[in-house]
């Protein structure tokens, strides 16, 4: 007999359910996600079909079955989190007007609480090259609905996305989530230590991000844009030469130490002058390697992302369960790109096709 049958597809699809659930149940265990409704005072005070905890995992799921509406949705989510033992409220069918209430009531801060959890557990894994601990700093912007109130709290219909992530790892060890029109960068440096080096696809003149990280003890290797203007002070034996970044205010005393690596391919700037110390191949081969902003729309199989929040709290709240979520993917999406002798990662759980825009 040829194809597959009806139950068996169905059987299939409950499977899939069950772990693309089990996935989210491991990466957000239920008392670490009742511990941020705690801290968010976001925890319900009467009994209700739909409990904060289970809106938050509804929430995360909302990225797995992207294509599916809020019934179906919460359907397979109750369903999985049933079959995992754990507790989802009232039996009860509610409205999509009642799930719409309550991811009100639930808010955006429970998410930001579960994230920066998860970012500052995996702050201890990083690739160490030279003895340096490796991340990258990447940026684009996620379109979102020009309702009245979004434009009010963004100036923009979209928001610009910062993140400082795991260079080898791909973890997420920092956000910042603004107007287009912000710098968010020095934001996200909050969380780098001495020992540290941050890779980024950068204008070597942005002069105060290059100080933030400085300042905290980092070294720094960025893509310049041409062409580059920066003064060749002192030429090096590999062919890279010695300069300075400016500030506007005060170019003299303000000024950094920086060494300019000139390729067909780029220009790269980095605070590590010593070539002995710092090879200009393994500096480029660094640069190439480097996490991606596009990365977070990969492992979560999403095409153009454009959010569905009218209001900006709701904006917030869709923008860090797509980052928890890709904190949960991404392990898998390694695993499973290992086993297949390839980088690229393919398969997964329904994610909608949605992709936000690099810059």
Request: with cysteine.
């Amino acid at each position: 007999m040829g194809g597959i049958t009806r139950a068996a597809k169905a059987s299939r699809d409950r499977l899939s359910d069950r772990v693309a659930i089990g996935m989210l149940l491991k990466a957000f265990p239920p008392e670490e996600v009742d511990a941020a409704i705690d801290a968010a005072g976001a925890r319900e005070q009467r009994s209700r079909a739909l409990p904060a905890r289970t809106m938050v995992y509804f929430t995360l799921a909302l990225w797995l079955f992207g294509g599916a509406g809020y019934d179906a949705v919460l359907a397979r989510l109750t369903a999985g989190m049933r079959w995992a033992g754990v507790a989802t409220g009232t039996r009860s069918a509610p409205s999509t007007g009642s799930i719409t209430k309550a991811r009100k009531r639930l808010g955006p801060e429970v998410m930001r609480r579960l994230f920066l959890r998860r970012a500052a557990a995996d702050r201890a894994e990083a690739i160490r090259w030279r003895g340096m601990r490796v991340c990258t700093l990447d940026a684009g912007v996620v379109d979102i609905p020009d309702t009245a109130a979004n434009l009010a709290a963004f100036d923009h219909s979209k928001v610009r996305v910062s993140v400082l992530a795991g260079h080898d790892t791909g973890s997420l060890l920092d956000v910042a989530v603004g107007s287009p029109r912000e710098e968010l960068g020095s934001r996200v440096l909050d969380t780098i230590s001495p020992g540290t080096l941050v890779v980024a696809h950068r204008s070597a003149t942005e002069h105060d991000l290059w100080r933030a990280a400085a300042d905290r003890g980092a070294d720094l290797l960025w893509r310049a844009r041409a062409p580059i203007s920066l003064p060749r002070l002192h030429v090096l034996p590999d062919g890279s030469f010695l300069s300075r970044v400016l500030a506007d205010g005060d170019p003299v005393t303000d000024s950094l130490a920086v060494r300019v690596l000139q390729s067909p391919e780029a220009v790269l700037v980095t605070t590590l002058l010593d070539p002995d110390q710092a090879p200009a191949a393994e500096l480029a081969a660094l640069h190439r390697t480097r996490w991606r902003f596009e990365s977070l729309f990969e492992s979560l199989e999403a095409g153009p992302v454009a959010l569905r929040s009218q209001d900006p709290h709701g904006v917030a709240q869709e923008l860090w369960a797509m980052l928890c979520v890709y904190q949960a993917v991404h392990p898998w999406r390694r695993k499973e790109a290992a086993l297949r002798g390839t980088l690229s990662g393919t398969g997964g759980f329904g994610m909608p096709h949605r992709r936000g825009t690099h810059q």
